[in-house]
Every structure is written in C-alpha cells, then in structure tokens.
C-alpha cells in the first residue's frame, strides 16, 4: 500500500510541469501592479510624516527591509533612488527575465516597500507574501525568459527533489489564497450590514473610497433599490465558492477563474483599486490556472528571443 502511494507521489513529480508561462505571466501582473504605482505617484506619497510618526520611512519593528539598511530617514534623494532601483528591477520582472535572479529580488522589493511605506493598499502585502512563496520556483528556474516553453523531456529530467520544493511551495499559494477568500468571508458574516444586504451601500456611498460623482449619478437609482442585495450576498457567495475552488477538480477551474476576475474587475472599475485588482489577476492566476495550461500565444514571443539569441550568436 504504501509502496503504491510512493509510486503515485513519485510519478505525479516527475510529470508535473511547473516552469511554464502560467506561473510567469502571473509574477508579470503582479509586479506590473506596483511598478505602474510606482511610476505614477511620487515618491512624497509614499513617505512623509504623520499625525503620530514624525521620522520616516517606518523602521520601528522592522530592520532588514531596505529603507531601514540604507540610512534614508527623511531624505528624499536617497528614497527617490531607490524609487528608481525598484522601478527598473520591477521591469525586469514583467519582461520576464532571468526569475532565478529577479524572484528573491522582487519579494525583497515588495517586502521593503510594504513595511516601510505607510500608503499602500493591501494589494502590497498580499503580493509580499505570494512573492516570498515563489522563490522555491524561481530560484530553480534556469530558463533566461520565463515566458520560454520546456520541451516535455525537459520537465521530466528536472531534479526531482528541487522539483518536489517547487511544487510544494506551489500548493503553499493554492492554499494561502483559499485562506485569504476564506477568511475574508468569515470576517464579513460577523458584520451585520453584510447579512442584511446594505454593505455594498455604505461602501459605495463612502466620501472617500465610494463611487465618483459621475458613477454615482449612474447608479443611484441602483443603490437605493432592493437590489444592492445582490452585490452584497453575491460577493460572499463568490469569495466561499473560491475558497471551495480549492477542492474541485482542476477541468473546473477556469470557470471559478472568470468569476473571480469579474468580481475583481467590477471593483477596479467601481472603487478605482486598479493596481489591487492587478495583484489579484497575478494571485487567481496562479490559484486557478493549471501549471500545464501554458498561454500558447506568448510562445509567439518565445520564438522571438530564440531568433535574437540565435543572430547574437
């Protein structure tokens, strides 16, 4: 018995196939999120004094993230270069190069940015953590782009003991995402405008994250009817079916997928959280996305760096 669930185990690592696009398109969309929030917003968004903290950035309970390293309290020239270090190393993640390199390099970049930067959404610390779990796949991907294809012989020739980490590190992020729906669920039932339907409301009409004036006219009519209902239980009914994706078989994936990316879309389009959504997209991605299931169009860039290196040399 215990033989045969050892040939089983066995033969389930050695065909599996974790260095595919799949995993790297979702890295690119996740690091293209903050790298858009840091090329937009200047740097005195992210750092200045508060109400209850005068020196910045925050280094109080944290001292190996980067801004507490290099000495840059209240100095913005010092802030603004790392601003640009991060904007270029963040680039190299979305274009797909070298993730042996660029993994460690972007987890470190968000887990420095969300410790020490005191206006960041949560879309920072949920991509800090996926892109700490990552590292296992990324520091044993040898590929120079992680948009390249591996032959079948390729992945089944891998180190099986490396490949073993990776994926386990693979199903840590399958089950922390299911954790997070999860416990985003169960958070919400305990409030009682998320059992009467009103929750949406109050969101929506919120001054400061609620709808714009122009949306608003839009939907007034909509937010003063019944059918804010809809919406309020709806979003709890998506988040525990996410939560249950975690069991289903994987040929069902895709369709808790295009919900989720639905549901998220509608709340970068109706509350502005475009770069949260985007961290989403890479994380459901990776959650509901077979390994296997490569994105055949990209390997149309593939076959574009293959020519270049093939001139090159």
Same mark, same amino acid.
């Given at each position: 018995?215990?033989?045969?669930?050892?040939?089983?185990?066995?033969?389930?690592?050695?065909?599996?196939?974790?260095?595919?696009?799949?995993?790297?398109?979702?890295?690119?969309?996740?690091?293209?999120?903050?790298?858009?929030?840091?090329?937009?917003?200047?740097?005195?968004?992210?750092?200045?004094?508060?109400?209850?903290?005068?020196?910045?950035?925050?280094?109080?309970?944290?001292?190996?993230?980067?801004?507490?390293? @290099?000495?840059? &309290?209240?100095? /913005?020239?010092? #802030? %603004?270069?790392?601003? +640009?270090?991060?904007?270029?190393? !963040?680039?190299?993640?979305?274009?797909?190069?070298?993730?042996?390199?660029?993994?460690?390099?972007?987890?470190?970049?968000?887990?420095?940015?969300?410790?020490?930067?005191?206006?960041?959404?949560?879309?920072?610390?949920?991509?800090?953590?996926?892109?700490?779990?990552?590292?296992?796949?990324?520091?044993?991907?040898?590929?120079?782009?992680?948009?390249?294809?591996?032959?079948?012989?390729?992945?089944?020739?891998?180190?099986?003991?490396?490949?073993?980490?990776?994926?386990?590190?693979?199903?840590?992020?399958?089950?922390?995402?299911?954790?997070?729906?999860?416990?985003?669920?169960?958070?919400?039932?305990?409030?009682?405008?998320? @059992?009467?339907? &009103?929750?949406? /409301?109050?969101? #929506? %009409?919120?001054?400061? +994250?609620?709808?714009?004036?122009? !949306?608003?006219?839009?939907?007034?009519?909509?937010?003063?009817?019944?059918?804010?209902?809809?919406?309020?239980?709806?979003?709890?009914?998506?988040?525990?079916?996410?939560?249950?994706?975690?069991?289903?078989?994987?040929?069902?994936?895709?369709?808790?997928?295009?919900?989720?990316?639905?549901?998220?879309?509608?709340?970068?389009?109706?509350?502005?959280?475009?770069?949260?959504?985007?961290?989403?997209?890479?994380?459901?991605?990776?959650?509901?996305?077979?390994?296997?299931?490569?994105?055949?169009?990209?390997?149309?860039?593939?076959?574009?760096?293959?020519?270049?290196?093939?001139?090159?040399?």
């Amino acid at each position: 018995m215990l033989q045969k669930i050892e040939n089983k185990l066995l033969e389930y690592i050695i065909n599996e196939k974790v260095w595919t696009n799949v995993y790297g398109v979702a890295r690119s969309i996740i690091a293209l999120s903050f790298l858009l929030t840091l090329l937009i917003n200047d740097t005195k968004v992210f750092f200045r004094p508060t109400s209850d903290l005068s020196e910045f950035p925050v280094c109080s309970n944290v001292s190996f993230g980067l801004f507490c390293i @290099i000495p840059t &309290t209240g100095n /913005y020239i010092i #802030l %603004e270069v790392i601003r +640009f270090v991060s904007i270029i190393i !963040l680039l190299l993640v979305v274009i797909g190069w070298r993730p042996k390199f660029t993994g460690i390099l972007h987890w470190y970049i968000m887990y420095s940015w969300n410790t020490a930067a005191i206006t960041l959404d949560g879309g920072e610390q949920v991509s800090s953590v996926i892109t700490f779990l990552l590292i296992p796949i990324t520091l044993t991907d040898h590929r120079k782009w992680h948009w390249t294809k591996l032959k079948e012989d390729e992945h089944k020739q891998c180190n099986i003991y490396k490949k073993a980490l990776c994926i386990i590190s693979y199903w840590f992020i399958r089950v922390q995402i299911a954790i997070l729906y999860l416990h985003s669920t169960v958070a919400k039932v305990f409030e009682e405008e998320w @059992i009467n339907g &009103t929750a949406v /409301y109050y969101f #929506l %009409e919120d001054p400061i +994250f609620g709808l714009n004036p122009y !949306l608003h006219k839009i939907f007034d009519y909509f937010l003063t009817s019944p059918l804010i209902i809809l919406p309020t239980w709806g979003t709890l009914i998506i988040q525990i079916s996410l939560f249950g994706a975690l069991f289903v078989n994987k040929k069902y994936w895709k369709y808790f997928l295009l919900v989720a990316i639905f549901m998220h879309e509608i709340f970068a389009v109706i509350l502005g959280l475009i770069s949260f959504s985007l961290v989403m997209l890479g994380v459901l991605i990776l959650y509901l996305r077979p390994l296997d299931k490569e994105f055949s169009s990209i390997h149309i860039k593939n076959k574009i760096y293959k020519r270049k290196e093939e001139e090159v040399a």
